[in-house]
């Protein structure tokens, strides 16, 4: 795995032939259009990067892009891997070991996902502070590097308090309303039933989602600083009777799309 990820990181360094950035983000769905904002753009293709996995979901195109957003040096994700496509754990979480290798402190992730709170609306974004791994498997299990990060690491704080503390005063002076909640990770392909949206709701979860648990506990193993936004698409519980579908999802994560686009774009200038 150490060789592969070097590998990777290798090509691209020679690749994009720049300085590397600090600041990766993995653009979900609602954070695409924040390419329109990154400046000298690079994009290289998932298919042509060594060891990389090509996407396969519909509206989740696959680029790395290096550039710079807000003066900034970034590389950004547009389209991620996810669990329910079949991508056992590590191949899911290889673009984070890679950025990591290539010199990458902060991991900024985005996602849509269905709301739990019952204070949440449809396009609201959550601020994640928290999350809870409900997927079957762990990234970390099997042999560890100690190169990469500790056996055991803590996780006491997935998410930067101190970025956490940038958004909500960022948030305040573009007015953008934010709520802040648990993010629960759990595989997909089906949105939850009635009794699960209540059941991850009891648990403490604010938010449900099929992705970035696995990246965040990659992350924080390499011991990067890590914000997360979610943006909420649809509501669930056992009152509720809409039915959601990814048209539906891809439809309020667009609306949602100009706050938290401004919001991270603010951030990774400021952080
Ligand atoms: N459940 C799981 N994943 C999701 C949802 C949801 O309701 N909405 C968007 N992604």
Known sequence: MLEKINQ?????????GREM?????????????????IDDKLYIPYSEIPNFPVSTVEGHSGNLIFGTLGGKPVIAMQGRFHYYEGYDMKTVTFPVRVFKALGVDTLFVSNAAGGMNKEFRVGDVMIITDQINLFPENPLRGKNYNDLGPRFPAMTEPYSHELIDLADQIARE?????????????????FETPAEYEYFRIIGGDAVGMSTVPEVIVARHGDMRVFGISVITDLGGKDITEVPSHEEVQKAAQKAQPNVVALIREMVKRS
């Open 8 to 16: 990777t990181a290798q090509y691209l360094r020679e690749r994009a």
């Open 21 to 37: 950035p600090r600041t990766a983000i993995i653009l979900g769905t609602g954070l695409g259009a924040l390419v329109d904002h």
């Open 174 to 190: 573009l007015e953008i309303r934010v709520m802040h909640g648990v993010y629960v990770g759990t595989t997909g392909p089906t």
